[in-house]
């Protein structure tokens, strides 16, 4: 008989950041700042990392959670009997897309809706977008599923929430996972958690399909601890243990389902190594040669080693740089993967390096990227480089006017 397996032992916590990580605003509310006469979207320096957010064309220089977009849009315009749910995890920002058009000054292409952007303006795919949407209450639950998903990479939220009104689930398997989307855009949309959490709770315990009642388990656990509720995290824990334990593993979907579950098990209980060690184990098991996977396949691999290598820069700070690396070498033009970067460097002293990736991750705009300068230039200032300290003070500035330290920084320096 084998002897029980000893727990293994805690992971130790990772150092403290050096830096601030963000700044207060002068008003909560406050617009971004207007950018004008800058080049058109053919020419524009943001229009590379961004242009599947402005306009659904694809781009190599995009961050994997933009390439994923015009792989939806091109399955939207496939024939609506076809249509099925998205498999992929990574939801947009709430307000990056206009972000970007403000600090891009591609004012032209801010828009409220879809349907706001203008005729000539609108590629295929997004006139398709807007013809799917208008037809919205004839779309079958998985073309609505697909639909909300799409919306929501574009940070269209309150729009898609409105189309989609009141919804429950019914036990009908089309029908919950569309729910499951719609629950997925009201956990996205600020004001809106406690409404995707009733969805979850009521997903993870009446569907039929055990994989989805996993995948609400795994969407509770994470949105849990967002909304600062660890005793509800445990429970969707508990019972995404209960459902995990009667799905075999296997498929590829059903390996990629308990990937997840095991990654946010380990979010909630980064100091426990045994669910980080199941959630990699998985994610070996969808890693096909390259040769096997369509484009689609691919980027679902990548977009969850995304989210291990994250995970693991928390845990394992002994191999946060090494890891850092990896991240980068993923995901290069990211502005979250480049301030993640740019924390491990910090916490291990070395500042120059970690200035140089706030930086990176400063000139690709976004409220992000307004942080990314305010990290850079508490580095600068650490370091005794007062000029490029007041310099990364006044791009954080040109992202975002209401940043009330880097506007009392710059003060300082003329006496204002």
Known sequence: MNAPKAPAAPAPAPA?????????RTDPRGALPRRTGLPGIGANRLTPFWRPLIDLLPSPHSPLRLRAIPLVAARLAEPRAAHRPSRFSRIGVPGQR?????????????CRTPAGLAPHL?????QNLVDTAEDFADLAPPSRALLLFHLAQLTYCHYAIGLAGA????????????AYEVARVHARTPGHLPGALALLDTLSTTTPDRSLALAACFQGIGHSLRGGDAARAETYLTRGRALAAGLAPDTWDAHLGLSRFH????????????????????????????AEQDEETA???AENARYLLELRIRTTPSAALELADALLALDPDCVE????????????GDLRRAAHLYAHA?????????????????????????????HAMGHCLELDATAREPGEYVAGLVGG
Do not use: S
Not at 18 to 23: G, L
């Open 299 to 301: 980027l679902l691999v």
């Open 362 to 390: 400063g000139r690709l705009g976004t409220g992000a990227g307004a942080m990314g300068w305010y990290r850079a230039a508490q580095c600068h200032a650490l370091l005794g480089d007062t000029t490029d300290a007041a």
């Open 122 to 126: 609108r590629t295929p795919h997004w």
């Open 98 to 110: 206009h972000q970007v058009l403000r600090h891009a000054g591609l004012d032209a292409y801010d």
């Open 16 to 24: 403290p950041l050096p830096v601030r990580p963000a700044y207060t």
């Open 167 to 178: 919804v429950r689930p019914t036990g009908d398997p089309d029908h919950d996972r569309y």
């Open 337 to 348: 993967a480049l301030l993640t970067a740019g924390d491990a460097h910090a916490r291990t």
């Open 263 to 290: 990654r946010a098990a380990a979010l909630l209980h980064p100091r426990d190594t045994h669910d980080l060690a199941r959630a990699r184990e998985h994610h070996e098991a969808l890693c096909a040669p390259a």
